[in-house]
């Protein structure tokens, strides 16, 4: 489903939860998800309006940790952070669809990033290890792929296929979940001291909303490093 490599090793704090999702059916959110959004969007800018997003234990965690990798994180803002910043200037967050919503729901619910992968463009299984620069990336929007540079942390299959770059910076076209996507890989990962139980707290969040929302889901779920 997914493994950690040598970063788990040069970050040993790395706490991940991972759900795989099969018998989807994704469209757009209904109405109780538009709800449950709209009320978890006016709850994370209360609380920007005491904490600067900075400031916050799981940002700065993973603001340390592009930096080791060489990614500048003023310039490449992990997507629990871009999600929190687009939300406090724009004061709303546009729903995309039901898996997509759910992640961000989460993410900016702990402020940590959430991937919803679709499982239709995995080779095998996903590798979070550092690039070779060999591998090939195409972002969303563009149909020209490029390789990521050596030694960033990028999500990867057995055909060297990037799902996401700078570790939690941006996902591919490939990977992005559309009204087709009848699987998912939904992964989140924190650095940060509490790491732990708030990845823990964050997949029974997202195993609920996907149990309400997708009542015909099959999943499963696991952390890592296993406890």
């Not at 803002?77 to 919503?101: C, H, S, Y």
């Not at 959430?114 to 195409?138: C, K, M, N, P, Q």
């Not at 990037?162 to 559309?178: N, P």
């Not at 707290?201 to 309400?212: K, Q, R």
Request: charged share 15%; aromatic share 6%; hydrophobic share 45%.
């Amino acid at each position: 489903m997914l493994a950690l490599m040598r970063e788990a090793e040069r970050y040993p704090a790395i706490r991940a939860g991972v759900i795989q999702a099969t018998g989807l059916n994704n469209g757009p959110s209904p109405p109780g998800l538009q709800a449950e959004y709209g009320a978890g969007q006016q709850a994370a800018r209360a609380r920007l309006a005491s904490t600067a997003i900075a400031d916050l234990p799981s940002i700065a965690a993973w603001r340390r940790a592009f930096s080791a990798f060489g990614a500048k994180p003023t310039q490449y803002r992990n997507a629990a952070e871009a999600l929190l910043r687009r939300l406090a200037k724009q004061g709303d967050i546009p729903a995309v669809n039901t898996l997509v919503d759910i992640g961000n729901l989460v993410s900016i619910r702990y402020a940590i990033p959430v991937a919803v992968i679709d499982l239709g463009s995995i080779a095998g299984s996903i590798t979070v290890r550092f690039a070779t620069g060999s591998e090939l990336f195409t972002d969303l929007g563009s149909a020209a792929s490029i390789h990521p540079d050596p030694g960033e942390v990028i999500f990867a299959d057995r055909d060297n296929m990037v799902s996401a770059r700078r570790w939690c910076w941006r996902q591919s076209a490939q990977s992005a979940t559309s009204a087709a996507t009848v699987g998912a890989l939904i992964v989140t990962e924190a650095l940060h001291e509490t790491a732990a139980p708030e990845i823990a707290s964050a997949v029974t969040d997202l195993t609920a909303l996907l149990t309400t929302y997708q009542p015909g889901a099959r999943l499963t779920s696991c952390t890592l490093p296993a406890p």
